[in-house]
């Protein structure tokens, strides 16, 4: 193990630097001799490389050393040999080398002051690469990266070439890691690489590596590999993560990964990032999955799983641009639903089941906007079934709400057309439906908000739109003859009489003033008759307007607020309760209102909506819980329940959710999706110890879905991250595995970055990228 004293002489080297002495200092060519009054000095010339050069011999002790200066370089022995002529310094005994932040001890040295080169024998050195300390998670500000080998030439100003040594950025008296190489070439403030390195912890030798880059910038982004992740998993057998960072300036980078699984194959891919200003940024990444032919065992059978390829695709941007124009792009595409869920360990990336891309442009100016967009969405019902929803493109221009004159009306408008494609994939077929559609409207608003307590707002429009193709009367099949929809809708909202009362609490730490208001309201809905419904084909909810009836919505919310005592108190709601219902002129418009969760779920019809209720309670600013209810009183059932809360401190971040749903399906009129989910970390503010756990659960099934539990431990130089994942596939016949258990292990070092890879792993320990 080695053992590093050196860095006592390096601290002795300051000591000198400090401490005054008699001195005399004589100038050879640039370089000054400092020799103590009571130490002994000569002065000759002696034959050098078959020339006669003066040579000056200085002699000193480890308490008063002999010190040369050269320009910025210092160096300080018990014993120095000085050719000024020929720009050479010799030394030996208790050597220290000093030039700007830098430092090197050795036991002898031979130097030539003109190139600024020379070698050290039996050498130790220290760089600082930063101005200011570098509190990091291990709370380490020591120098940067100490150095030693057998022999250590300096070879340029800031370049070192060294003989049988190690390189670490653990600065201690005992260090956590080392990087032992027969060959390193260290470029001080760029890069160190090492030929037929060994890397160890704690002394104890883990991996071989036959060359390694390992990046020392000064900045805290730096090209150069990452450190890697080592995992076991049911399906894919044991695995490796590596990733290598290209910073290719301060405001862009680029990432590739390889992952190696010792069962399935190989992934590898690469992501791109970049942020050009403060309104323009965007991010690119592709991975690949190569599988080669696996064999499982499950419940005593034997499966084969075929050899495959697949890959993913995912990146956005979004830029600013002159005119006040920006334009924006997203990109959510993989080629196997099934890959996506067996490989991803985030839940919610390996239970998307839908792909897609698009994008957009639109442009303000004097209240007139002009957008277009196109977008691909593709939703999985299964391996290979699916529904697609395609916009190709949809141009819309409209005038935002605008006073009239000084009248007090207000007016808008809007045009919209769509050309839009709507399908059904199985397998290899695909069926599906173009519609062309322009739809064009316009409003009319009256605001009256005389009275503080009482608030009226008046609206009247007009829609109109048109389809090349529509619905036959009476088959109900799709025949190319346009229609025109048109229809006038008439709403009026009521929101008062608003009730508030004040309580003044002085003395309160809480709140020295609660304020509780109630605001009951209603809102009038008319829309004329649609004569040809029936031949309109549905696209999207615009398309389901009936007509023909009054509705009426009606509700009351209910807020308390509160406020601290002092000048620049401000007032904060930590309660706010809304109940609302609808009752609809025509039963068949319950069906297709879009306020409430449930109604496009093949309720029947009625007269009212379910009664819905949403509270939200945040007794602090770091504590919420939020609740939302629909109760349908057609059947004296709550068909929707939302529960959740958070909390979200310093140290501790927790939230969970509880839902529930029952639709009438078929026959079975309570089809219960029951779920709850729940997730927590904790770290300390050191952030040297932190871990958390997430799950997701089935009620109605009584199945665990998954559960994560990730921890890291990070002391001084060095740490530790792993997690633990259980997963349970669905009983579907394209999981070959009924559940899935996944461990990653990871170890973090100062000043080498950590990652999480493509597929989620390690995610929510502190990471970076160097």
């Known amino acids: ?17 400090g401490v005054p002495a008699p001195a005399r200092a004589q100038d050879f060519s640039g370089c000054n001799l400092y020799q103590a009054q009571s130490l002994k000095a000569s002065m000759g010339k002696e034959i050098v490389n078959g020339k006669l050069a003066d040579h000056a011999i200085l002699d000193g002790t480890p308490d008063v050393p002999v010190r040369i200066d050269c320009d910025e370089m210092q160096f300080f022995a018990d014993h120095m040999e000085h050719y000024p002529e020929l ?5 030996r005994g208790n050597i220290v080398f000093v030039s700007g932040r830098n430092r090197i001890t050795a036991e002898r040295m031979e130097f030539d002051t003109k190139n600024r080169t020379g070698t050290f024998y ?5 760089a600082e690469l930063r101005d200011k300390p570098n509190p990091s998670l291990f709370g380490s500000q020591e120098p940067d990266a100490y150095f030693w080998g057998e022999e250590l030439h300096k070879i340029g100003p800031k370049k070192y070439r060294l003989k049988n040594g190690g390189f670490t950025t653990c600065v201690q008296p005992t260090p956590r890691w080392v990087l032992v190489s027969g060959s390193i070439t260290l470029n001080l403030d760029d890069y160190a690489i090492l030929k037929n390195a060994i890397f160890s912890v704690k002394g104890v030798p883990l991996m071989y590596l036959p060359i390694m880059y390992y990046p020392i910038q000064e900045e805290d982004r730096a090209t150069g590999f990452l450190m890697p992740i080592y995992g076991n998993s049911t399906y894919r057998g044991r695995t490796i993560s590596n990733q290598f960072f290209w910073a290719l300036s301060r405001s862009q980078d680029a990432t590739f990964v390889h992952d190696w699984f010792s069962n399935t194959g190989m992934g590898y891919g690469g992501e791109y990032r970049y942020i050009r200003s403060a309104t323009g940024n965007g991010n690119a990444r592709a991975y690949v999955i190569n599988e080669h032919q696996a064999t499982f065992e499950n419940n005593g059978q034997t499966i084969d799983s075929p050899a495959r390829k697949s890959y993913s695709l995912r990146g956005n941007m979004s830029e600013q641009l002159p005119g006040h124009t920006r334009v924006s792009g997203y990109l959510d595409y993989f080629s196997d639903v099934t890959v996506q869920q067996l490989y991803n360990q985030n839940i919610y990336d390996a239970s998307q089941r839908s792909r897609r891309w698009g994008g957009s442009a639109a442009a303000n100016l004097s209240g007139f906007s002009l957008s277009g ?29 605008t006073r009239l004159g000084k009248t007090p009306l207000y007016v808008n408008g809007s045009v919209n057309y769509s050309n839009a494609l709507r399908g059904t994939r199985s397998g290899t077929t ?47 099949a799709v025949v190319p003859i346009g229609i025109l929809r048109q229809y006038f809708d008439f709403r009026s909202e009521i929101v008062g009489p608003v009730f508030a009362r004040v309580w003044d609490r002085p003395g309160s730490g809480y709140a020295a003033r609660i304020k509780h208001v109630i605001e009951p309201s209603i809102e009038f809905r008319r829309t004329t008759t649609v004569e040809n419904v029936k031949q309109v084909i549905k696209l999207d909810r615009r398309d389901y307007t009936i007509g023909g009836s009054l509705e009426m919505q009606y509700g009351l919310v209910n807020r308390v607020l509160v406020k601290g005592s002092g000048p620049d108190a401000t007032a904060r709601e930590i ?29 029947p019809p009625s007269n009212f909506s379910p009664v819905s209720l949403t509270t939200r309670f945040t007794p602090v600013s770091s504590a919420s819980v939020d609740v939302r209810m629909e109760y349908d009183p057609e059947i004296s059932a709550f068909q929707s329940i939302s529960l959740g809360g958070s909390v979200n401190t310093t140290l501790l971040q927790a939230s969970g959710n509880f839902s529930q749903r029952k639709l009438p399906t078929g026959a079975d009129l309570f089809r219960s999706d029951n779920f709850i989910t729940g997730a927590a970390s904790y770290r300390l503010p050191s952030q040297r110890l932190g871990g958390a ?17 990730t921890a890291y431990y990070n002391a001084q130089c060095c740490g530790i991250a792993f997690e633990y994942q259980r997963y349970n596939y669905p009983s579907f016949s394209r999981f070959i595995i009924p559940k899935d258990q996944r461990f990653n292990i990871s170890f973090t070092l100062a000043g080498v970055g950590t990652f999480s890879n493509f597929l989620g792993a390690l995610t929510g320990q502190p990471t970076t990228q160097r």
């Open 430 to 476: 695909v069926s599906d439906l173009t519609l062309q559609r322009w739809d064009s409207g316009g409003g009319v608003r009256l605001p009256f908000s005389k009275l503080t307590f009482l608030t009226v707002n008046s609206n009247m429009g007009w829609r109109g739109t048109w389809y090349n193709k529509s619905n036959d009367p009476v088959t109900g």
């Open 373 to 401: 967009t196109y977008s691909y969405d593709e939703y999985f019902y299964g391996a290979t079934s699916s529904s697609i929803n395609e916009q190709r493109p949809s141009i819309s221009f409209s005038r935002s709400t």
């Open 1 to 17: 193990m080695v053992r590093f004293y050196p860095i006592l002489v390096l601290c002795f080297a300051v000591d000198w630097l």
């Open 87 to 91: 720009g050479r310094i010799t030394a």
């Open 122 to 126: 039996v050498a130790f050195g220290t």
């Open 575 to 603: 309660l706010s309760t809304t109940i609302q219902q609808t009752h609809y002129g025509n039963p068949e418009l319950s069906q297709f209102d879009g306020s409430y969760s449930t109604s496009f779920y093949g309720r």
């Open 693 to 709: 756990y997430s799950f997701n659960y089935d009620i109605g099934r009584s199945t665990w879905i998954q559960q994560r539990v």
